[in-house]
């Protein structure tokens, strides 16, 4: 097996040619010629991520975030970043970041937040092309429900510690837009759609000031996306189910935000 047979079944699922122009997806680590002979898939390749590879005998990692993503002035050890390419360089791992490219697909990011919380109806939030591909989901809830409902809902669903709103509604929901990661710049297009309700993360102070009829809710930026390392490890195995792939041991540790209650 070759790292361009695993890249090539990704970017089936999830083209490299849609990636956001400011994004960094694809192979950021190693050649599509090289020999592979396990994957470990994870969130972010972190210097764990890529230790653990190695204790796995895996030769190739796959993750959401990409490594190198703004450019890089210095590698060094004492920089997470610098350690994780020192590491998979020393150890000949190959990584490879299907970021926006599975944030825009249906099939991705955003459309497992919609199964998750069992959305009817549901379409791509901001369309391109043909409309098969694009940021964010709507869709309708099972049923209607107050602000307060859908907080209870939701923090069931994604299985959360906290989630931070706006002024819960009153009136009942029916249609929910979500995305994925980082979408606060996208809640003009939720609110043009009709939802009542955009599910998200990152979201600023400043947008939490909601209009009459409209409510957001932040539930984290790892919540939010963390079921696409499922999705990938499910795509590498409906194409090479006899190859060794696995996903990260240590993915429910790996969120960066730890919530505390003092």
Excluded at 19 to 37: C, F, K, M, R, T
Excluded at 115 to 122: A, G, P, Q, S, T
């Amino acid at each position: 097996m070759k790292v361009g047979d695993i890249t090539a079944a990704l970017e089936v699922f999830a083209p490299l040619r849609i990636q956001e122009e400011w994004d960094n997806s694809g192979l950021l680590i190693g050649s599509a010629e090289d020999e592979v002979h396990g994957v470990l898939v994870g969130f972010d390749c972190t210097p764990e991520l890529i230790d653990e590879a190695v204790e796995k005998g895996c030769d190739m990692v796959v993750t959401h975030h990409p490594l190198i993503f703004k450019g890089i002035r210095r590698i060094n050890a004492e920089d997470p970043v610098g350690a994780a390419v020192m590491r998979a360089v020393r150890f000949g791992v190959a990584v490879y970041a299907a970021h926006t490219t599975a944030d825009k697909v249906i099939a991705g990011v955003s459309g497992a937040m919609a199964r998750r919380l069992e959305l009817k109806n549901v379409s791509i939030m901001v369309p391109e092309e043909d409309g098969t591909i694009g940021l964010g989901c709507i869709g309708d809830l099972p049923k209607p429900m107050t602000g307060v409902e859908a907080l209870a809902y939701v923090r069931e669903k994604f299985g959360l510690k906290v989630i931070k709103s706006s002024k819960p509604l009153e009136t009942p929901i029916t249609k929910v837009a979500l995305l994925g990661g980082s979408g606060q710049g996208e809640i003009p297009q939720a609110q043009a759609k009709g939802a009542q309700l955009y599910i998200t993360a990152d979201i600023s102070y400043h947008q939490f000031f909601t209009k009459d009829g409209f409510m957001v809710m932040d539930i984290g930026h790892f919540e939010s996306e963390v079921e696409i390392v499922d999705i990938f490890l499910t795509e590498i195995r409906k194409n090479f189910p006899t190859f060794a792939s696995y996903k990260s041991a240590v993915l429910d540790r790996s969120n960066p935000v730890h919530y505390f209650v003092v």
